[in-house]
């Protein structure tokens, strides 16, 4: 029960660290901003975080973890490879959507991770495209995929989610569900596959029988 509730706290933290860096910015955020948002003191956020930095590091991970979790996950399970490569960007289009704040927060903000940070960042995004075109590349193996470049595709598609936090806005035109559908079947065209391959069509009877 401690742990559970010791987690919910960090996670009222970093809610309100992560709307205070998306309103104001990494320095305009101090750690009595956070306090005051949370109507906490000070050494309450300090007993869970020792800075800003610290706090910054720990909204990267929040969202980064589910990600790969995913990828890992889709990796490990068995099926057609155009069900578990769709299975997968849909996933990422949701986490992109449900993180869109944090993702706007890091492209404006990275440089204020700490060098250690910065490394384990870099390490997160080099071991995800390997293992997208490791997906990729399964696809193109089982004769599925028609790409010659399964890394390249993988940045490709990648770069495509990754970008979604530029336009997509919660409660808009089309419901989030839709969008991930879509950014799916694009994927998968890039690809030149879709969800449901075609079964090859037999031949009329007496066809082969000249």
């Not at 589910?66 to 997968?88: K, N």
């Not at 569900?177 to 596959?193: G, T, Y």
């Amino acid at each position: 029960m401690r742990d559970e509730v010791k987690g919910f706290k960090k996670d009222r933290i970093l809610e309100a660290a992560t709307q205070l860096f998306y309103e104001r910015g990494f320095t305009g955020t101090t750690m009595q901003a956070v306090a005051d948002r949370l109507q906490v003191t000070k050494p309450f956020i300090y007993s869970y975080f020792k800075d800003k930095n610290a706090l910054l590091a720990a909204i990267y991970d929040r969202s980064t973890e589910p990600l790969m979790h995913g990828l890992d996950q889709v990796l490990e399970s068995e099926g057609p490879p155009a069900v578990r490569f769709a299975e997968f960007i849909e996933q990422f289009a949701h986490i992109n959507m449900q993180y869109r704040i944090v993702s706007t927060i890091f492209l404006r903000e990275e440089t204020h991770l700490g060098k250690d940070q910065l490394k384990k960042l870099r390490a997160f995004e080099h071991s995800f495209d390997a293992k997208l075109t490791k997906l990729i590349q399964r696809g193109i193996d089982a004769g599925d995929f028609k790409v010659s470049d399964a890394q390249l595709t993988a940045l490709t598609v990648g770069g495509m989610i990754r970008w979604m936090h530029r336009w997509y806005r919660e409660g808009g035109r089309v419901p989030a569900a839709e969008i991930a559908r879509f950014m799916a079947d694009f994927a998968l065209s890039a690809v030149q596959c879709s969800r449901d391959k075609p079964k090859p069509k037999r031949p009329a009877r007496g066809a082969l029988s000249r």
